[in-house]
């Protein structure tokens, strides 16, 4: 595993994986104490603050549709997270400075969500969902074999998840926010390999391309 | 059954698209509403008898009566958050037909005098997002939404907001919180939302499904409407069947009707040579049912009198091939994990839960330990700001009493596994 003591991880993600610090951690400080005697962050001057402007409209955009600015909370840090692929210090500190809240506020926010991704994410993320429905139809196995797959690479992260409400479809997976299900054997492999090829993985399992349980009744059940 | 009602032309090709969701009558009971009074329209849905469909069940009529009049900014709030493990109606209504839900939408602002209206959706469901941010965006280019409705008095803005995982938000104290850009803590209670909601104005929050009712009130008038179903339960709904059962999904039915008839015609009933041991009927935070229960008939009451609830209208069955520690340690597990931990009851009860009973694989427990447990479910329940940790107490509590031998059975054959092994 390379070392890179040196690296600020307040600058934007240059591409390529993020490096761990010497004790394996990818969060300088994790195991030290915090300092209880420094103030804490204000509110990231904009005049010193590099903001990507897309960036900046987006969430500016955002704000626009409340009536109090606070609400954009969880859109802005969505969006910061799509500009630099996980909720990075950096994207938070951005996405506080536009919204004009200290990066601790955003920070207690993000901490909360598990769609926020407060470690480097892959390219792709696959959320496999693991509660009791999905569970009842083999979904452990599934997420093993599918972390099994991935291996040790940090192209594609997978996670499992809580509910995501498509137990008609079970086994499922979230492919980078697209629901596929129900998937059988081999199709977490499958899956794998389609991601890195490029390709849409299990084009066939779509759920958008399903019509109601119901429909599929026999007449006279109906 | 009788016709349904919200599955009507569900399957249709592109129903998400506003010409076609027209052309088969969309909009129609918007425009009836719309030329009602506030009052004759809540009148209306309090003779349909409609109780909310998200998992309490209180009277969509009466909730909607409780914000005060007058002139100030009020606040229709509708809980797509659908998160309940076992429940997916929601996903395939809003993606299916999501100018039904923005039609209730504006008919639910009507009885409740809102003029901004949220659509707090959970985060995952992304594509059913998109359809109804392009469906809200049709709405509005037909006049639908914003100022004067059609010439009426009713002006109403209306926003997506997509959540980022979160089970708590959809506890409706905790969606404002975290519509108001927070994280999402259950708040205290009273003052209720109606009163002091979003934004500290009053605030009526439905589900999904109650508001897509509503043009459908509307349009058949409360009485005829309160005819279909039984007594205390009236109208349709939409039932998700999950777990061990052939055939898995959303199924509109009548209120009433033996839950049999939902598992076993319908879903087609577990898998070949196979029994149900038991049933969650209400999603995952209801106690469980066994197969002697298939008869209970499928409504409010009756689900409540046999000691549990239809909560969110979502059935999951689990066969008797499957231990039930398992499905007690998933149950209990989700609950840990979804714990806002404000309330050290929850937080902790959810936490201890679970370390009891993965005690038990591990071959160190007692059966003493299913009596603390049970007594652990006791002390969570009422003693929280929201309903979370009841939500695990109640199933767990439950398989306990009525699966007492068999956990009783596994402590023991764990533990004589763990002394061959030693």
Known sequence: ?222 | MTEPILFKDIDERNLHEIEVYERRGGYKAMRKALAMTQDALVAELEESGLRGRGGAGFPAGRKASFLPKGDMDKYLVCNADESEPGTFKDRELMQKCPHGLIEGIVIGAHAAGANHAFIYIRGEYEEQARILDAAIGEAYAAGYLGERILGSELSLSLVLHRGAGAYICGEETGLLDSLEGKRGNPRLKPPFPALQGLYQGPTLINNVETLMTMPHIVRMGGKRYAKLGVSGSSGTKVVSVSGHVQRPGNYEIELGIPSREIIYDLAGGPPRGRKIKLWFPGGSSSPVLTAADLDVPYDFDSLAKAGTMLGSGAIIVVDDQTPVLDVALKTAEFYRHESCGKCTPCREGTNWTVRMLERIDAGEATPMDLDIMASVQEHIIGNCLCVLGDAMAMPIGSMIAKFRDEFEAHIRMRQLEAVGAS
Not at chain 1, 44 to 65: C, G, K, S, T, Y
Not at chain 1, 131 to 143: E, K, M, T, V
Request: glycine share 8%; proline share 9%.
């Open chain 1, 1 to 222: 595993m390379s070392e890179a003591p040196g690296f600020d991880y307040l600058q934007p993600r240059a591409g390529g994986p993020i490096p761990r610090t010497r004790d394996g951690s990818r969060t300088p400080g994790w195991d030290e104490p915090a300092d209880l005697e420094k103030d804490p962050a204000a509110v990231p001057d904009p005049a010193l603050l590099d903001v990507p402007p897309a960036l900046r409209a987006e969430i500016e955009e955002i704000m626009a549709r409340y009536p109090e600015r606070h609400s954009a909370a969880l859109p802005a840090l969505a969006a910061a997270q799509r500009h630099h692929g996980w909720c990075s210090p950096r994207a938070i500190l951005e996405a506080a400075c536009v919204m004009r809240v200290t990066p601790g506020y955003l920070t207690s926010v993000a901490t909360f969500y598990d769609m926020f991704e407060l470690e480097p994410a892959g390219e792709h993320t696959v959320y496999v969902c693991t509660n009791i429905s999905c569970s009842l139809r083999g979904a452990d196995r599934l997420h093993a074999q599918i972390e099994a797959a991935v291996g040790d690479a940090r192209d594609i992260t997978v996670r499992h998840f809580e509910c995501l409400g498509a137990c008609d479809i079970a086994p499922m997976v979230s492919v980078d926010q697209v629901y596929y299900g129900p998937l059988g054997k081999g199709d977490g492999e499958r899956l794998v390999a389609q991601l890195r090829a490029g390709e849409e993985p299990l084009p066939e399992l779509r759920l958008a391309l399903r019509k109601t349980a119901a429909s599929e009744l026999p007449e006279a059940k109906r």
